[in-house]
């Protein structure tokens, strides 16, 4: 889905100033260091080193997603 999009939660200027969709790429590199993908982001977590942690929660997030993307090969 589109970022920043989510109504009454106050997101960050640098992820407003993004823009753009969600991928699972973006979402792998933003849960493994939120301030070094998104410079000015308030995520306050040091973010997840385990590949597989963030698979999962990757997978847990689409699974609430109307139209799911396609899992990469």
Known sequence: RKRATTVGYN???AL????GKWGFSDMDKF???PRNFLPGTKMSFRGIKSASD????I???RSFAEIPLTLPK
Do not use: C, D, E, V
């Open 11 to 13: 997101y960050s200027k």
């Open 16 to 19: 407003k100033k993004m823009g």
């Open 31 to 33: 849960l493994l260091k």
């Open 54 to 57: 963030r698979a999962a929660i």
């Open 59 to 61: 997978m847990y997030l």
